[in-house]
């Protein structure tokens, strides 16, 4: 791998051999010198020809974009020079190049980049404010060892929080820290994700679990109808499920009817038909659907007398019998609410046209197949498992589930063929909180109970929460919601009492460690994904340490071996392998289930393996809807349960907030904050965010070059504007009572009137000393905290807001 090419002099040979180099290789090592090479010569003029050595050394993109690219980095005298993707691979559809998006191919002034933590550090400040003061190692280290210690003897466990991450998503180096918390006694647990906490909740209701057909499979379907999906700008990388639906499409060619309050980068790229809809209301829409799918007998009868319960009257479980609980009932006006669910209900609710519904309607009702998928945007909303749920309907009731070219109404899934990863062992704690709950464990844990809550494995907290383990996440502050609240939380030092945060840059989060530790990045170390899919491909990649580590940055392993090691724990945390001992032994394992897998020396040589589908589309609910019988689902009758006698139960016995619903049925549930609270007297529009191009998350969002290609503006529709006097490109204030953000209006039609969206992940920038005023942009000045009902999880999209001029 390793190649030698003839190089004019680099600028970084010259310092070398200059008096400079007595500053020695920490200091020179950011590279940020040279951070504009294109080819990584950076020529000094007159430079003698010379030999110098470069590498190409694989590595991926990490972060948590759902899309995994593989990498290709330049090396000359140990610094990343130049990068390039994939270029590997028959380049046809199903053994295609795992091209990079402009992020993964921008990594290296990620890595390079002047802001980068280097030292490990000490907060001498607030919380939050952003005052730190450079320690030793050792120092570091101590303070970590005896925090922990003093705390798992006055608190147990259960205080311990190992924090929600996704930084690093596609290696799972934190593993790590899993391994070292539960080799301590473990930690509290924790349930759902940020992602889609509201289908994985919803879904096994309904199926027995969370499923969908590969998106490939869309070759097979006559429409597609998604529901706020916009995979064309969340799923950008070359084998991700964008160049998947864009195979799917070309070589299918199924007509798109894209679902979603602003007109996507999908719907602009992909779709055929554009129907915007009032955030938080799909559920309606489905409801004025199937009145019509019902009206004009288009509903799948067998499908529903075979496979479902709950539909009609006649699959009615016994303790909802003759009272008139049924899915039709509901739709058709004979149920508890006696509405009947017309399209011109929906208009009302939902804001789309009448007519629109009916021609949706009579258009799903008629494809044979139809491909109906869902965002994970929909689900964020504070209804969110009702609409889940609610979506799945469409294929349920036309019979397009378990089949090529149909889908289950779920989000988009693809082919896994393997897995590894390092042994973390079990957690011993048997309790654990919704992810999204944990502000609460901190400020009132012993408050929160099972049946209010979601406590699980206990009826409620012993102990609040005391101490945070946070590796690679900005979900303290930046990526959660309401801000202002958790600085508020997080500002008691008696509270929470200790916090530790591996980073590599001084985020929002960051500011709020007590201990702050420069961390290298997964390509400066052994890295790999370790199984990954993209429609029906999966691929492993495995990758090198592109560079040697500069200034005092350490990978996890090293830090959590030597808190171990004053934990007298270091031999049973290493069982003696270093990290790249570690991916051998994980990467053996796997072989030994599956014996196709190449060497580990293959595969390092390789960097990418790619295999293709064996099925050739995975299809979900296939063997069931091939014999029920013999492939029952998990639900309790077996069988799909459009009525679910266990959401029945959760309905009687959980304590739910005002406004909160849990129905056995799959209703339409209006949400607080909604389109229809009072509260838009005071805050009129409704304002859900979304994942932006410019970054993943808030990962990236430091990159010069992609924050001028893609600036953070407030879509505004030119109607809203207008009454504001507002202008395309104007200063303007968001604002509602948790707080306020200045940002740049973008004026456009590409967005429904009565909604204002950004993108979320931004970096918050506000004096939190001083007004507290975001001139950064970040969406979770302004979301809710308020826990959905079911999954207890986010509803970060559903939040209501006013905008002037600033
Ligand atoms: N570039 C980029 N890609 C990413 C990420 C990123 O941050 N940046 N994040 C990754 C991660 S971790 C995840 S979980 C996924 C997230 O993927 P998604 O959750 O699917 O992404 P969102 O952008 O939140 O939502 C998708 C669409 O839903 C729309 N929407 C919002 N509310 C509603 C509603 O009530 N009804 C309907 N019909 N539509 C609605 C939004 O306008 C948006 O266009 O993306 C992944 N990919
Ligand atoms: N309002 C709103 N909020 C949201 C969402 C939304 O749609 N709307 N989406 C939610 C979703 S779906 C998710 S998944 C979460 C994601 O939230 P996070 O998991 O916090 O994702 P990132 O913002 O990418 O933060 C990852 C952090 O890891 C750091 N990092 C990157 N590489 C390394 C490394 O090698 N080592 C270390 N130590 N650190 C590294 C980055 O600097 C960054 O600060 O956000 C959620 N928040
Ligand atoms: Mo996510």
New binding site residues.
Partial sequence: MTKTKEHAVSRRTFVKGSALAGLGAAALGTGTLFACSPQGTDEVSGGASETVDEKVVWGHCSV???GRCALRLHVTNDEVAWVESDNTGDDVYGDHQIRACLRGRSIRRWINHPDRLSYPMKRVGKRGEGKFEQISWDEAYDLIADNYQRILDEYGPEAIWNHYA?GVNASNIGSFLSRFINMNGGCLGRYGSY??AQISAALPYLYGKRAANSNSDIVNAKLVVM????SV????GGAGPTYHLEQALEQGGAKVIV????Y?DTVATRADQWIP?R??T?AALVDAVAHTLIEEDLVDHDFLATYCIGYDEDTMPESAQGQNKSYKAYIMGQGVDGVEKTPAWAEGITGIPADTIVELAREIGTAKPCAIYQ????Q??SNGEQTARAICMLPVLTGNVGINGGNTGSDLDGFYFSSFSVPSDKNPVQTSIATFTWTDAIDHGTEMTKLAHGVRGKDKLDVPIKMIFNYAGNTITNQHSDINRTHEILQDESKCEFIVVWETFMTDSAKYADVLLPDLMPVEQPNFVSNDYAGNMGFIIMGEPVTSPKFERRTLYADLREIAKRMGKEEAFTEGRDEEAWLQFCYEEARKEDADLPTYDEMKEMGVYRRKDPDGHQVALKDFRDDPVANPLKTPSGKIEIYSEQLAEIAETWELAKGDIIDPLPVYAPGVEGWDDPLRETYPLQM??????A???SSYGCIDVLKQANPQELWMNPLDASERSIKDGDKVQVFNDRGTVEIVAKVTPRIMPGVV?MG??AWHDADMSGNKVDKGGCINTLTSPRPTPLAKANPQ?TNLVEVKKA
């Fill in positions: 948590n974009c759902e996704s992602s889609s529901f706020g999906e916009n700008e969340t799923k950008a679902i979603d309050p602003r996507s809809i955030p938080g799909d965002g994970k945007g929909p964020r909303q859900p965010g979304y994942h932006y191009k970054r993943a998350h969206s979320q992940g999209h």
